[in-house]
């Protein structure tokens, strides 16, 4: 069974930063795009960030030079370095992993709040 495990979110002052991690359990050579994605309070998920096995990246524009995604292929990780962060980037923060298959993995999520 496929697991994603997010690990890093929790309560940050607006201007702070924050780390997440996620480890995938899936083998290595199956592993395509890595990525995040948040779901706000009373809104729609959105594309957080992603980043491909070789390294390119792509931000929502709400995040851009704020956020930087990074990705370990060996240890099959994938981080999202969060600085200068806003009230509004309070959400749950979710793993997002698409196999060369097709499949598309999912973790279960991990709170960021952002607030004073």
């Known amino acids: 069974q496929v697991q994603l495990v997010e690990s890093g979110g929790g309560l940050v002052q607006p201007g702070g930063s924050l780390r997440l991690s996620c480890a995938a359990s899936?083998?290595?050579?199956?592993?395509?795009?890595m990525g995040w994605y948040r779901q706000a309070p009373g809104k729609e998920r959105e594309l957080v960030a992603h980043?491909?096995?070789?390294?390119?990246?792509n931000y929502a524009d709400s995040v851009k030079g704020r956020f930087t995604i990074s990705r370990d292929n060996t240890k099959k990780m994938v981080y999202l370095q969060m600085n200068s962060l806003k009230p509004e980037d309070t959400a749950i923060y979710y793993c997002?992993?698409?196999?060369?298959?097709?499949?598309?993995?999912w973790g279960k999520g991990t709170l960021v709040t952002v607030s004073l």
């Open positions: 899936l083998n290595i050579f199956s592993i395509d795009v």
């Open positions: 997002n992993v698409h196999g060369r298959s097709g499949m598309v993995y």
């Open positions: 980043i491909t096995t070789g390294g390119s990246t």
